[in-house]
């Protein structure tokens, strides 16, 4: 009988520990929800514009990471500092001399910060660094890659001017007084352009990577995205254009490898939003556009 329950009881905490989920479930869970954290509070800086709550889940992320994965609490601190570092500044376009050095000075720090502490910090990588910017690749852009392009530009053409003219979203940019301001436009769009592929996929993308899958990495970028977006300007249902822009330029930065081919695909893109923001402070400029209201 005591043989019986002891081979029954045996048998049964086989099963038991069989069914049972692995230890490392738990900790798979933790490490997304310390990602998603770090996310989020974009959401709240950028977007909700909740500060200094919007710290909370910031630091709360980088803490958990920390507690569940040294390494990944690490490159969510990348992020949260570059983060911090964002969010001294107001986002909301502007075109006067203080307004462009403001943007200049810390959205490159956004970006330094990050890419120094990883290469000569951390020395992750050998030394090479998580964060890099691969320009020169070597490889030639394909056929499919060339016709891309010039579906960014047709795409471009036809939804922006019902985004940006019919909802009156144009009007979170500055007004253009003259032709110096039409120019400000023109490179603040531009840099800005460049500068969203150099921190959002070379960055934070690249660093979410090591520890993600392409898809769970992607999403959690494209919420600080399209937040960051957001507060830039893209507002009414500009997210309805920046969630998908920016998981697909996450998707061909990860298939291609090419910082170069995802700048010219954003830069292309901004040619037609540039030229939709002055047609609608001008509306005899640019008057090329058969969407627009």
Same mark, same amino acid.
């Given at each position: 009988m005591g043989g019986t329950m002891e081979t029954?009881?045996? &048998?049964?905490?086989?099963?038991?520990?069989?069914?049972? %989920?692995?230890?490392?479930?738990?900790?798979?869970? @933790?490490? !997304? =929800?310390?990602?998603? @954290?770090? &996310?989020? &509070?974009a959401v709240? !800086?950028?977007?909700? $514009?909740?500060? %200094? @709550?919007?710290?909370? %889940?910031?630091?709360?992320? =980088?803490?958990?990471? !920390?507690?569940?994965?040294?390494r990944l609490g690490r490159d969510l601190a990348l992020i949260a500092v570059a983060l911090g570092i964002i969010s001294t500044i107001s986002l909301e376009a502007d075109l006067s001399d203080a307004?462009?050095?403001?943007? *200049?000075? #810390?959205?490159?720090?956004?970006? !330094?910060?990050?890419?120094? *502490? &990883?290469?000569?910090?951390?020395?992750?990588?050998?030394?090479?660094? *998580?964060?890099?910017?691969?320009?020169?690749?070597?490889?030639?852009?394909?056929?499919?890659?060339? #016709?891309y392009l010039a579906v960014v530009v047709l795409v471009g053409y036809l939804v922006l001017p019902p985004y940006?003219?019919?909802?009156?979203?144009?009007?979170?940019?500055p007004d253009l007084a003259g032709g110096q301001d039409v120019a400000r436009l023109f490179v603040g769009v531009n840099a800005v352009g460049i500068w969203d592929e150099l921190f959002f996929v070379c960055t934070v993308?690249? @660093?979410?990577?090591?520890?993600?899958?392409l898809w769970t990495a992607n999403v959690l970028q494209a919420v600080i995205f399209v937040s960051?977006?957001?507060?830039?300007?893209?507002?009414?249902?500009?997210?309805?254009?920046?969630?998908p822009f920016a998981l697909v330029q996450g998707w061909i930065f990860s298939r291609y490898k090419s910082l170069s081919y995802?700048?010219?695909? $954003?830069?292309l893109f901004d040619l037609v939003v540039f030229a939709v923001l002055v047609h609608?402070? $001008? %509306?005899?400029?640019?008057? =090329?556009? #058969?969407?627009?209201?």
């Open positions: 029954t009881m045996d &048998s049964t905490t086989r099963t038991a520990a069989a069914t049972a %989920p692995p230890a490392t479930t738990a900790r798979t869970v @933790l490490r !997304l =929800v310390a990602a998603a @954290l770090v &996310s989020v &509070s709240l !800086l950028f977007a909700v $514009h909740v500060r %200094p @709550l919007a710290y909370l %889940p910031l630091v709360a992320g =980088v803490a958990l990471g !920390l507690a569940v994965d040294r307004g462009m050095a403001r943007f *200049a000075v #810390v959205l490159s720090l956004a970006v !330094l910060v990050p890419w120094a *502490a &990883s290469r000569y910090v951390f020395r992750d990588d050998d030394g090479a660094g *998580a964060v890099r910017f691969p320009v020169a690749t070597g490889r030639r852009w394909s056929r499919g890659q060339w #016709v940006f003219l019919g909802s009156g979203a144009y009007l979170n940019w993308f690249a @660093l979410l990577r090591r520890h993600f899958g960051f977006l957001w507060e830039l300007g893209y507002r009414e249902w500009g997210p309805a254009l920046t969630v995802v700048v010219a695909v $954003h830069l609608g402070h $001008h %509306p005899e400029l640019f008057d =090329v556009f #058969v969407t627009a209201p």
